[in-house]
Nanobody, 123 residues
């Protein structure tokens, strides 16, 4: 089973930047890894994903201010947020599973989740 541990959450000023990390263990050889987020009163939504070939994709509403990357040596997935907006306040989760064809923004696809890290945005 893949173990995922997020870190890096905290408070960021509106317009500021923040980088979240997700350390992983026992990752599959071919995989999808994704970042999701959940704001109070809302469902969990996809932010960005990356597969074992390095291909990335972003949810339509997240394009332009988020960047996903991975460091194989450190076994860490990153999510970099720039120009933070109040609606970016949420709990951010990383997720992982086997790569089958392509990586979707489908919650049901991912069977391995981290515990989440909270991001707040101050004005």
């Amino acid at each position: 089973r893949v173990q995922l541990t997020e870190s890096g959450g905290g408070s960021v000023r509106a317009g500021g930047s923040l980088t979240l990390s997700c350390h992983y263990e026992s990752l599959y050889e071919t995989f999808c890894m994704a970042w999701f987020r959940q704001s109070p009163g809302k469902g969990r939504e996809g932010v960005a994903l990356i597969d074992s070939d390095g291909r990335t994709n972003y949810a339509d509403t997240m394009k332009g201010r988020f960047s996903i990357s991975r460091d194989n040596v450190r076994s860490t997935l990153y999510l970099h947020l720039t120009n933070a907006e109040p609606e970016d306040a949420a709990v951010y989760y990383c997720a992982a599973d086997f790569l089958v064809g392509y990586c979707p923004f489908d919650l049901a696809y991912y069977n391995n989740w981290g515990q989440g890290t909270q991001v707040t945005v101050s004005s």
